[in-house]
Structures are given as structure tokens and as C-alpha cells.
């Protein structure tokens, strides 16, 4: 199955660890839910469409390093973590195309090319930003200690 990112944006620079991964992609969530909770009236246009610009590139780059980095050395732990791995890796794919839509949708509403209605927007940013959070919150919780873990640290 091909991947649809795996070309990270050339403006996005590469993170430096696994906790800054989550960092930056904890705070792309916080954004989408500003963004959700100021629609429809209070939405700060500029914000939305510098947000929408970079939620492809920064999943993106989030991801590679999680694939190239951390992946591999968890994936040592045994048979039942490479099963947890490859369900990473679709909801990474779930993800950046969620990501997609959502970029799209905001850029339309910002500009107001498009009227999508603020329930739907509203809709997709939440959906994109609670199962982002779940996805954060297992790769805190489990994916963290046990890539500490295994490298030795
Ligand atoms: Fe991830």
C-alpha cells in the first residue's frame, strides 16, 4: 500500500526527538480546537489558514521520524509489537488523509470559497483532532517507555 506523505514540506524542519514529535503534534491539536471553538463567527482567518498550511507538513515530518526512528527499535521487542506497529502505521495514513480534507475545508471556509457549514467544519476538526489525540496519548503512554527501553536509556 503506498503511503501518502512520506515527502515531508521543505519548511518544516526535521524534529530533533520522539518528545518533540508529540509535542508539536499535541499543539497542532490544541490549534484545531481553538479553531473548532471559535467557528463560526470568531475565526481569526489568518490563523486558520497558516494552520491548515501546516498540518500536512507537520504530520508529515512527525511521522517520518517516528517511522525511521522509532518504529524499527520498538518493533525489536517482539511479534506482538510489530501488530501494534503496523496499526500505527495505518492510523498515521488515517491521519495525513484526514489532514488533507481538513486543510482543504479550512482553506475554502477561510476564504469563503466554499460555505461549508461551521457544524460540518466543526465536525471534521474534531474528529481529526480526538482520534490525533488518542493516537498521541498511546505513543505517550506505551510507545515513549517502551522506545526508552529498548535503546537503553
Ligand atoms: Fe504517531
Redesign the pocket.
Known sequence: MSTPHHRADQSETVPASFDE?LTR?FALCAALETLADTLPLNVDTLAATRLAEALHPTLSC??IF?ETYVFPIIAQSGPQVELIVER?RH??IE?IYHARDVCDSVKAFAGRRHRVTANEEGYMLRCLFTSLRR??AF?RDY?MPLYLQVRGC
Open positions: 514529535c503534534q512527525c511521522q517516528e500505527l492510523e498515521h491521519d493516537h498521541l505513543d510507545v
